[in-house]
């Protein structure tokens, strides 16, 4: 049973019932390392500590972060547990329908941690090679041209009329889905921020009754 | 409340506890299309039916065949709901650490459904862009030389050294995980079947305290 809770303050305040009564250290947006160092410190003195993420902990979460922590301050004595969860990519493409049915390629656009040339080089790499395409913190308020980029390259390899699911706060308050295309985009653009899944799908995806549907490959 | 349940034999097995008092439709693999048109059947006469899948349904999964025979047949009066899941790659991961922290292509080296061509050009393309690269059903007792081509193309991009995860029952009874490298993995061939997952780390991975780890980029 954890004893203390570190996590950014949006993300604890999901799980406040679950907090109750444990001591909570919470930071906003940008102050991962520092959340992590506070959570092996405490670690450090014994306590049983959970660090929170949404969706899962080792997809762009704070799973590596422990753990490079861990390792590279050579931290003995301390065991770190990775508890999966089920992805936010994963909870809009079941919105969505089925966008995942074949392989896929999950992309964070957001370059403050990655140069944004090795970004465009997956998603060219990944819409040429016919992957379904999931892209992560697709747009923030100061970062509002990468998305226009990586659009304009998925354009380059999937047509107009390709399926394009847009989730807001996957099954959270506030939840919003739309399915548009990959032509009809542009009028979504606005309303993409960096609670926003896009998931776009490969060259046999389609929309039907309100889903996006890529097929397995089954002959029916 | 479901009344029926619907799946492969081996899955309803493991969720005995919960189709107790149920009428249950099982069979073996490669009749998903026949189990899918029963639960359908199913379903159009008014029962609440549960298809099982393992791990998430919209992964390489039974959640795109139902809705695409669904719609392909026109059948009206169905509510079809997708319930996401903790994927097999995603726990695969958890064990191994975090080597899912940057982006990562996830592909399936089974060509049973699709081109082969097809699979060996995502895999470069992946390998080539530095996606951190997953592989579903890598190999079965009939189909043992994917990998291997596979792997090959893998080798001309990535380092010998690059950390290299499989792990097989994730999360499940017999669960095994192995943490090797690329250049290494040839001694383990033997061991992966359809119930393995194999990660391979990007260009940054790496693995220390018996963990895979892909660092984010902060700079600690």
Redo the contacts between chains.
């Keep these: 049973m954890s004893e203390r809770i570190v996590g950014y303050t949006r993300y604890v305040d999901l799980i406040a019932p679950l907090a109750a009564g444990k001591e909570v250290f919470s930071t906003g947006m940008t102050h991962?390392?520092e959340r992590c160092r506070k959570a092996i410190e405490f670690a450090a003195k014994g306590s049983v500590v959970s660090v929170v993420s949404s969706g899962?902990?080792?997809?762009?979460?704070m799973?590596?972060?422990?753990?490079?922590?861990?390792?590279?301050e050579g931290i003995d004595g301390i065991k770190?547990e990775?508890?999966?969860?089920?992805?936010a990519f994963?909870?809009a493409?079941?919105?969505l329908?089925?966008?995942?049915?074949?392989?896929?390629?999950?992309?964070?656009l957001s370059d403050?941690?990655?140069d944004w040339r090795?970004?465009e080089?997956?998603v060219?790499?990944?819409a040429?090679?016919?992957?379904v395409i999931v892209f992560y913190n697709p747009k923030s308020s100061k970062r509002v041209e990468g998305l226009k980029k990586a659009m304009d390259i998925v354009g380059r390899y999937r047509g107009k009329d390709a399926p394009l699911g847009i989730v807001r706060n996957a099954?959270r308050e506030g939840e919003e889905a739309v399915i548009t295309t990959v032509g009809e985009f542009d009028r979504y653009y606005g309303s993409v921020d960096m609670l926003t899944i896009i998931v776009i799908g490969n060259s046999s995806s389609y929309a039907?009754?309100g889903?996006i549907?890529?097929?397995?490959?089954?002959n029916?």
């Design positions: 991962e390392v899962d902990a080792g997809i762009y979460g799973a590596g972060l422990i753990l490079e922590l861990v390792n590279n770190v990775v508890i999966p969860g089920i992805p994963v909870s493409a079941a919105i329908g089925a966008p995942l049915m074949h392989d896929f390629a999950s992309i964070s403050l941690l990655t090795k970004i080089e997956r060219e790499a990944a040429k090679a016919d992957f099954t039907a009754g889903r549907i890529t097929p397995r490959g089954y029916i």
